[in-house]
């Protein structure tokens, strides 16, 4: 099993970026499918999730309007696009599936943003 996550990077406050996470070695249709971060100092939190047929998804409040969730099962591929980046957004943000007992994370992918 593999999770993957790419596009991470520095970005000036106000800015976008579009993280990916491309899944492998399990039946990813199958999976709902989340974002996580987790800033120095601070507790991993939900940034957003997406049900496995992608209708349905949810956000972390301080994101709701910012950040939109989204999947493409025919790429077994989830993303985040996020804009109006915050200086309080920098973190490390992860790739989570679970389903039943089974549960996989990502390594994550560094977001800065700072001017």
């Known amino acids: 099993v593999q999770l993957v996550e790419s596009g991470g990077g520095l970005v000036q406050p106000g800015g976008s970026l579009r993280l990916s996470c491309a899944a492998s070695?399990?039946?990813?249709?199958?999976?709902?499918m989340s974002w996580y971060r987790q800033a120095p100092g601070k507790e991993r939190e939900l940034v957003a999730a997406?049900?496995?047929?992608?209708?349905?998804?949810n956000y972390g409040d301080s994101m709701k309007g910012r950040f939109t969730i989204s999947r493409d099962n025919a790429k077994n591929t989830v993303y985040l696009q996020m804009n109006s980046l915050k200086p309080e957004d920098t973190a490390v943000y992860y790739c989570?599936?679970?389903?039943?007992?089974?549960?996989?994370w990502g390594q994550g992918t560094q977001v800065t943003v700072s001017s």
């Open positions: 997406i049900s496995s047929a992608g209708g349905s998804t």
């Open positions: 989570y599936a679970a389903w039943g007992r089974n549960k996989y």
């Open positions: 070695g399990f039946t990813f249709s199958s999976y709902p």
